[in-house]
Structures are given as structure tokens and as C-alpha cells.
């Protein structure tokens, strides 16, 4: 018999994107699994079966390619692996931000493929059998389905992605997420406790807290109660274990309504004490025209008021430089800022023009001067980055191992969510609290040593 015609059928997940975009990719692996399929997953940052078996990218049946809209090149880089694909006659399904944001890609270049939304996830078993028999499904429709509490396959066995919401409520002039995503749509807060107790007793060690904003969490659904991201936070801590628990991205102009309660929160010591804030722009009239609701004066009052009461607290930041219409003076300033506030993690973006978003009928800069301004603003950001891992040299510290690392290394990540570096001397393993002593720094991470 031919063993070709009884084998389980595989399917690859390859992700592009951020943490939302790789818990969704987890949620899809998981229940293709349980419905009895081989699933080989590339999650995008480590990739340790096709180390262990180069040939099994080619052994798969259907490519469920996770998409990115966020910027030009995520959108090339998916452009290229989906050529790659369907020259070599694989069956496809997009899934992601892509088709969501851009429908007229659909009776173009998906017009052959099968097509999953952004909500949608909890059907692809239906969608990955139907394509198997032949047929094109887009199924790329904003009804609500319920996305926690399902099975999935992490990337890491100790971190748990767990998204809180989904949608925003901002409408930035530069962004398509919010295309793809929609309006902000918080998940009961009884859903998000049960996935954090089941993944805790799953033995993960790292959550984290995900969504496009979570400074806005509940203002949706809980506006009455009051009960908004402190609050969730708040009864994730109080329930036993050993565990950590890093806050994802929350905007400014939503942190100044919790500001005080989160300060309080973050003071926890199952909490990372870092915190993901994203400026933008260091010019209040940049900021305007990217319908940024907030001041430069509102983001340093947030940081300072952090770093006051949390001393060891990493600030990470986001920067686009060459918005359209932004001069010299207040490129300018953003450099200043980043100056003033020496965040130790900076996202930094040259201004990417996005179709159909109000920004593209601004007036553009020229792709040498954002060129010329990132190289810049990297540079000094990289000399303010190495000073402050500098002061992390000597302490001693607590840490957990949460990922392998290259050549026979461990990475680690102490209460300040700071990268370290360690030998791996065989006695530890991931998910393992450790005492370390950092011996080191760069310009991005430390190093230190398991005492």
C-alpha cells in the first residue's frame, strides 16, 4: 500500500507579526492538533525543528501563512514566502492582518487561496479540510468568536501569550491595524482568569499580558465597574504560584486615567517591572497630525512618575521618524526627548506609507532623509542603551530562564525584564528561577552567572 495515502496530513504555520499575531498562530496549531493533523510551526523569532530537519519545511500540505500589516517590509517578507509557496504548488491559507486590512487583495492576489480573518481562527480545522478537498474559502468575516481557553501549541512550554482584548479605540492617521482589528472589544475578565489558571497549571512561568492597547482594557464593556487593567492584573496576582507576569504595549493617553492604581500594581513583585509606552514623535505637532491623543509633556509625566516610584523600572518606547510634513527641528526633538528620558528599549520605524490611511495623502519626506534620520537616531540611542545596561554590572539578582540560546547559552530575564546571558551549565532548565550575578553588559542585553 501506498503509505503517501494514509499518512496524517501536516500543515506548516509560518507567523509573521507581533505577540497577538503568535497566539493566534499557538491557537491554530493546538486545534489543528487536536483535530488529529502534524503541525510543524514557525513562529518566527526561533525555529528548533527545522534546525533538527531542514527538510521538513517541504513535507507539509497546506501553508497557513499569519500575516503582518503593519509595515511595508513585514507585508514584502509574506509577499515572498507566498510566491514561494504557490510556485511550488502548495496549498495556501492567509490568515492575519493582510486580507482583513486590504480586502481588495482578495479578487487579486488571493483569489486562488483560501483566506482566514483575524476573528475567525476558531474555524480554521473547517477551513484547512475544505482546502485539502479542493476548495477557496474566505472566511474573513467580523462576527465575534470566542478566542480564549482554546488549544495550542506555545512556542516556548513556560510563556503564555494571553491576549486581553482585541481592536483599539484610537485611529491613528499611519496605521492599518486598526483595518484589520477593528474596534476595541475587551474579553470578560472571567475568560482571561480561567486561560491564565489553565496555563499555569500547564507549567508556564511567563505571561504576557497582550492586545493592541492594554492601557484601554475594559473601557468597553467594564466603563461602570471601574474595572479596567490594575484590577485584572490585580486578581491574576492574587492567585498561588510562582510566576511572572510582563505587561505589553499600553498608549499614553489611556495609562494617564490608571496611572496611579497601575503604579501601584507594577510595585508587585510577580509584575516585570517594565513598561511599554509608545511616544511616537517628540513634537506635539507631529503628534496631532498622527491623531496621537496626548502631549510629550503627558509621556514624560507617565515615565517620571514610574521611575519615582519604581526606581529599577525599564522603560521600553516606539519612534517614527519622517512622519510626513516632520522637519528637521522636530525630528529634532524627538532626539531630545529620547535624551531626556533614556528609555532602555527603543522601537524605532522610519515612516512607512500605507495605503488608504489618512497619512498618505499628507506630504511625504523623502525616503533619504528618514533613512539618514533613523541611522541617526539608532546611533545615539545605541550609546545612551549601552550606558544604561552599564549599571546593571555587579548586582545580583533573581532570574528566569525563558528561552535557549545559541552556542550552549540560556537566556534569562530578571525582575526588570532585562535580557541576560548565561552558560548553560546542565543543572537548569526553562522555567527555572535562578539566583544570577550579572558579570557584563552590551548594547542590548547583559551577561551574567548562576550562583
Not at 186 to 198: A, C, G, R, T, V
Request: charged share 30%.
Amino acid at each position: 500500500m501506498d503509505n503517501t495515502l494514509v499518512r496524517k496530513k501536516t500543515i506548516y504555520i509560518k507567523t509573521f507579526g507581533c505577540s497577538l499575531n503568535q497566539t493566534d498562530s499557538e491557537n491554530m496549531a493546538g486545534l489543528l492538533k487536536e483535530a488529529g493533523f502534524d503541525v510543524i510551526c514557525n513562529y518566527g523569532i526561533s525555529n528548533h525543528i527545522w534546525k533538527k530537519n531542514p527538510e521538513s519545511k517541504k513535507e507539509f500540505d497546506i501553508a497557513i501563512i499569519n500575516t503582518c500589516s503593519v509595515k511595508n517590509l513585514a507585508e514584502a517578507k509574506f509577499l515572498k514566502e507566498f510566491k514561494q509557496w504557490k510556485e511550488k504548488g502548495k496549498k495556501i491559507i492567509v490568515s492575519g492582518c493582510i486580507p482583513q486590512a486590504e480586502p481588495g487583495m482578495l479578487d487579486e492576489v488571493f483569489k486562488e487561496v483560501s483566506v482566514i480573518g483575524t476573528r475567525q481562527i476558531t474555524h480554521v480545522v473547517d477551513i484547512v479540510q475544505d482546502t485539502l478537498s479542493g476548495k477557496i474559502v474566505h472566511n474573513i468575516s467580523n462576527d465575534y468568536n470566542e478566542r480564549l481557553n482554546l488549544p495550542k501549541i506555545r512556542k516556548t512550554g513556560i510563556i503564555e501569550i494571553l491576549p486581553i482584548s482585541e481592536g483599539c479605540l484610537s485611529n491613528c492617521t499611519y496605521c492599518k491595524t486598526k483595518f484589520a482589528r477593528g474596534e476595541l472589544l475587551s474579553y470578560p475578565k472571567e475568560k482571561i482568569l480561567m486561560q491564565f489558571k489553565s496555563a499555569l497549571a500547564q507549567g508556564c512561568k511567563e505571561f504576557w499580558i497582550t492586545s493592541q492597547d492594554n492601557g484601554c482594557y475594559g473601557f468597553d464593556i467594564y466603563r461602570k465597574e471601574k474595572y479596567f487593567l490594575p484590577q485584572l492584573l490585580n486578581e491574576m496576582l492574587a492567585i498561588d504560584g510562582e510566576f511572572r507576569i510582563r505587561v505589553g504595549m499600553a498608549n499614553p493617553d489611556h495609562i494617564k486615567r490608571i496611572k496611579e492604581e497601575l503604579i501601584q500594581t507594577f510595585k508587585h513583585p510577580k509584575i516585570f517591572k517594565f513598561l511599554h509606552v509608545p511616544i511616537q514623535s517628540g513634537n506635539n505637532r507631529i503628534l496631532k497630525l498622527m491623531k496621537r491623543f496626548y502631549t510629550v509633556k503627558d509621556y514624560e509625566d507617565i515615565i517620571n512618575d514610574f521611575k519615582k516610584a519604581i526606581p529599577e523600572i525599564c522603560i521600553s518606547t516606539d519612534i517614527i521618524v519622517g512622519f510626513p510634513g516632520e522637519s528637521e527641528e522636530e525630528f529634532m526633538d524627538s532626539m531630545k526627548l529620547i535624551e531626556r528620558t533614556m528609555p532602555d528599549v527603543l522601537n524605532l520605524s522610519r515612516f512607512w506609507l500605507r495605503k488608504g490611511t489618512a497619512a498618505e495623502r499628507m506630504e511625504q519626506i523623502s525616503g533619504g532623509i528618514s533613512k539618514k534620520r533613523s541611522e541617526e537616531m539608532k546611533k545615539f540611542f545605541d550609546k545612551i542603551s549601552e550606558k544604561n545596561n552599564k549599571r546593571w554590572v555587579g548586582k545580583i539578582d533573581v532570574a528566569l530562564i525563558d528561552e535557549l540560546g545559541k552556542n550552549n547559552t540560556l537566556i534569562a530575564r530578571n525582575n526588570s525584564y532585562k535580557q541576560i546571558i548565561l552558560m548553560n551549565n546542565d543543572k537548569h532548565k526553562l522555567g527555572d528561577f535562578v539566583d544570577i550575578k550579572i558579570t557584563g553588559s552590551g548594547t542590548y542585553d547583559l551577561r551574567g552567572e548562576i550562583l
